[in-house]
Structure formats: structure tokens, C-alpha cells
């Protein structure tokens, strides 16, 4: 039975891809902060593993990662967009909040699973969720889309050196899925496009259904009307 951990599991992306990975027979390690959303989840689920801690408590990670047992995919995908402003109305501890979920949880969650599907013998898949705010990014947006840039280079070099052992990584850029970031921001513009959260799920699954032969360096999916490849 195929396994993987999803971070970030109790809402949005993460749930989405989670429950769809359920329905596929894989054998899911859930973990977010609330574990009560993760219970719910998981009831009636045998192969639902919860998993509470949070991404950025490196010691709670490990604890986890050791519960669940062998790893054949993570989906790192725990992410904030944190306070939109220009940057000198931004906090030094606000940018520091988004780089520790971000950023550090996920090396965080990379480590930890490159680590183990080393051990194992057998390879792996490391899928980062970007943002195509690794790309282009929307105004006010400097703690959220710093990161996601920085995911890119975190991509590129898990593939580079997981070569090889047989780990392989990618990266799903995803514009616009309905999820509480993107409603907050639908708020602000109620004109925003965006995509049924289960598109961005089902993009995942099919990054992760590949032999380790072949990989998606990067993948985008997006509400099919947004202006990222126009010019506004």
C-alpha cells in the first residue's frame, strides 16, 4: 500500500488532496496544528494516521514522521500568506511568522522525509506546494511570495540531490483554488476567478501516481480566467 504525509491536512489544499488520497487506497499521515479537524477527518478512515504537531516545532515533526512509519510521498503543503502591505507596514515578527511556516516548516518536513526514504532503501517523491506566486506575485504580498520563491530553489535542489537515492521532487504551483487563503482574498475582490480546490487535489494525486523514473519538475493549475498570464 502506497503511503504518504500531507502537512497542512485539516483544511483547503491539503484536506482536498488528503480525502482524495483516502479514496485512492493510500494510507495518509495527516498532519496540521488542530488536531480535533484531523480526528473528524479520519473517523471511519483505517488507513487515516492523525498526526498533530506543528511544522515549525522540529522536535513534534520528528515525532510524527516516526509514528507514521515509512513514507513513500509528502506533500508539503503547510502554508500562510500573512499581512498584506507594503514592506516597511510590515512587522519584523509578521515576516518572521511567514518565513517559520513557509520556509522553515517546510525543510522542516523535506528533511525529515528525504531522511527516511533514504533509510528505506527505495526512493521517494517530495511534492512542495508552490504558489504561482513563485513566479509572479500580487501586490502586497512580500512575506507570502519571498517564500514561495525560495521554494523553488528548495524544489531544484531536493531533485538534484535526491538523484541519487532514488528521491525525486516537484512542485505544484496553484492559482486560485478555493481555500480560506484565497476566500480572504476574494473578500477584498469579489471579481477574483477561482478553481473548485479538488482540481489542485487531483494534480497532486497524478504528480504522485508517477514512477520514480519520470518526474514534473513543476506543474501549474489555475482558475482557467485569472490575468497571471496577461498583463493587467
Known amino acids: 500500500m502506497k503511503s504518504i504525509i500531507i502537512t497542512g491536512a485539516s483544511s483547503g489544499i491539503g484536506r482536498a488532496t488528503a480525502e482524495l488520497f483516502l479514496k485512492d487506497g493510500w494510507r495518509v499521515g495527516l498532519i496540521a496544528r488542530r488536531e480535533a479537524l484531523l480526528q473528524e477527518m479520519a473517523q ?38 500573512g499581512p498584506s502591505a507594503p514592506i516597511d507596514e510590515i512587522a519584523l515578527e509578521d515576516w518572521l511568522r511567514v518565513m517559520g511556516v513557509n520556509l522553515n ?33 500580487r501586490e502586497n504580498s512580500i512575506c507570502y ?13 531536493l531533485a538534484l540531490d535526491g538523484r541519487p537515492f532514488d528521491i525525486t521532487a516537484g ?10 487563503i484565497v476566500a480572504d482574498l476574494k473578500e477584498a475582490n469579489p471579481d477574483l476567478h477561482t478553481m473548485d480546490v479538488n482540481h489542485a487535489a487531483a494534480s497532486v494525486l497524478h504528480m504522485a501516481q508517477l ?16 490575468p497571471y498570464l496577461g498583463r493587467g
Open 211 to 226: 514512477p520514480l523514473g519520470a518526474n514534473i519538475p513543476f506543474l501549474t493549475v489555475m482558475a482557467t480566467k485569472m
Open 171 to 180: 512542485q505544484i504551483d496553484i492559482g486560485n483554488a478555493e481555500s480560506a
Open 44 to 81: 471511519g478512515q483505517e488507513r487515516a494516521v492523525v498526526l498533530p504537531a506543528d511544522v515549525t516545532d522540529a522536535d513534534a515533526m520528528a515525532n510524527a514522521f516516526a509514528r507514521f512509519g515509512e513514507v513513500d510521498v509528502l506533500f508539503n503543503n503547510a502554508g500562510m500568506f
Open 145 to 157: 511570495t519571498t517564500t514561495k520563491h525560495a521554494i523553488t530553489g528548495l524544489t531544484k535542489s
Open 105 to 137: 516548516g517546510m525543510f522542516i518536513a523535506a528533511r525529515l522525509a528525504f531522511g527516511a526514504m533514504r533509510t528505506q532503501g527505495r526512493g521517494g517523491r517530495i511534492i512542495n506546494n508552490g504558489s504561482i506566486s513563485a513566479h509572479t506575485p
